[in-house]
């Protein structure tokens, strides 16, 4: 019997290709097991039986997508707290305006609530309140912080940098995925990267059926070829492709920043006046949110107030027009950068060194244990400002080196000059807050 086989050229080829193929799947192979190898420890203390008594495991979920349908899962009751958007409902039980937004900017602000115990969404003054490191019931070194997205990042960033670990996770057959999560690991801002296994057993499928034929063919040509022509259509076969439908927008956004914009939504017709007051109150969280991290002591006065005033409205402490009033009068003042007091006058018009100043001021005090006088404070400010600016580099944030020389340059600033020289009391735990905040507020105003 006479078979019809190719030419010997693309017989030659076809044995290269398959030789490839299982060369990747080798390499795959070795990439997943020292995974492995990385996560089992890991795996062992959190999930095996003899652990347990030693340590109390929680698990908490800080998620951008909706409260609501998570709760609806198997695995919700497996859960701590969650932290995650959420809607308010009217008296029959259905959604009405969301009550709650996470996103990438406030899920740090849930890390400081497990940190510090602080569950109570009610109460932001125990998160901002100053508590003694060694006193956190879950200190950031004992956090395992699982992500998979671009929301997670400044989380990533938060727990690695802190000492926990942080672990990037991604769906194989999602765009793009992949390249994002080796990303965050190439930037320095996770210790590891994780898929699912069920993707490498379907590369194995694949590559057993190619393997098996490879070695036939290679029993009989004993050949090798160029194959880097081919090499674009084998990634072609690799890619799996997943299509989104555009978001489309039923309410449009109310933007604080526009009088006129403010204007048109108190002087709807149609819909009460709390609905107004609702719709402008959480304009005003988000833009407090989007630029929380660029001024944190501003910021976080206003969503205090805030918050404060959407409690006020629903225990019924005002009027709905009493609420539509406050709501105005503070997205207003967020809008204007409204401090509600003078600041120094060498930093008036400096939005840099004026969140800076906002920082210090109050926390800084003499040995006679008095405060650091404001004017001081805000020369503090400038200086600070001065040294960041002096060891700015082009992807410092993703410069762990140069992240360090920073912090050193800033602990010299204060040991050398605040303590020795200016005779300013600097206890330990209060320079690491400080020196974090720093940090933190560098990264959102000199983005280098």
Request: with cysteine; charged share 30%; net charge negative.
């Amino acid at each position: 019997m006479r078979l019809a086989l190719p030419p010997l050229p693309e017989q030659r080829k076809i044995a290269e290709i398959l030789r490839t193929w299982d060369e990747a799947l080798e390499k795959l192979t070795a990439h997943r097991a020292a995974k492995v190898r990385r996560t089992s420890s890991l795996r062992q203390r959190l999930f095996e039986a003899e652990y347990a008594s030693h340590m109390r495991l929680e698990h908490v979920l800080v998620s951008s997508g909706n409260a609501e349908i998570f709760a609806g899962t198997s695995i919700a009751p497996k859960f701590s707290y969650v932290y995650a958007s959420k809607f308010m409902f009217d008296a029959n039980g259905v959604a009405v305006w969301p009550a709650l937004a996470v996103n990438y900017t406030t899920k740090t602000q849930y890390l400081f609530r497990i940190n510090k115990g602080a569950h109570d969404l009610s109460n932001n003054a125990a998160v901002n309140k100053f508590v003694p490191k060694k006193e956190r019931p879950v200190p950031f070194e004992n956090m395992v912080f699982i992500g998979d997205g671009s929301t997670d990042i400044s989380c990533f960033s938060r727990v690695k940098d802190q000492g926990g670990l942080s672990i990037a996770v991604y769906k194989p057959r999602a765009k793009g995925t992949h390249g994002k999560a080796d990303a965050y690991s190439a930037d320095g801002r996770v210790h590891c990267v994780v898929f699912e296994e069920a993707k490498v057993d379907a590369l194995k499928r694949d590559w057993k059926q190619f393997s098996e034929l490879k070695r036939s063919v290679q029993l009989r040509y004993q050949e090798t070829v160029d194959v880097r022509e081919f090499e674009p259509k084998i990634q072609k076969l690799l890619d799996d492709h997943v299509v989104a439908m555009p978001a489309e927008t039923i309410i449009e956004v109310v933007n604080i920043n526009d009088p006129d914009a403010l204007k048109a939504v108190v002087e709807e017709t149609g819909v009460s006046e709390a609905s107004r007051a609702d719709r402008i109150a959480s304009a005003t969280r988000r833009a407090i949110t989007e630029k929380m991290d660029e001024d944190p002591t501003f910021y976080k006065q206003f969503s205090e107030l805030l918050e404060e005033t959407i409690r006020a409205y629903r225990e019924k402490r005002l009027s709905e027009r009493e609420y539509l009033n406050s709501v105005v009068d503070l997205a207003s003042k967020v809008a204007r950068k409204d401090r509600g007091r003078d600041v120094p006058e060498s930093i008036r018009g400096d939005e840099d060194a004026q969140a800076f100043f906002g920082i210090l001021d109050g926390q800084l005090k003499t040995e006679g244990d008095e405060l650091v006088a404001g004017d001081d404070a805000a020369a503090i400010a400038q200086q600070i400002i001065d040294i960041i600016k002096s060891h700015l580099i082009v992807d410092i944030w993703s410069n762990e080196v140069a992240q360090n020389n920073l912090r050193n340059a800033i602990d010299d600033y204060f040991f050398d000059v605040l303590r020795d020289e200016k005779g300013v009391e600097l206890p330990v735990e209060v320079l690491d807050e400080l020196e974090l905040k720093i940090m933190d507020l560098a990264r959102a105003r000199f983005a280098a």
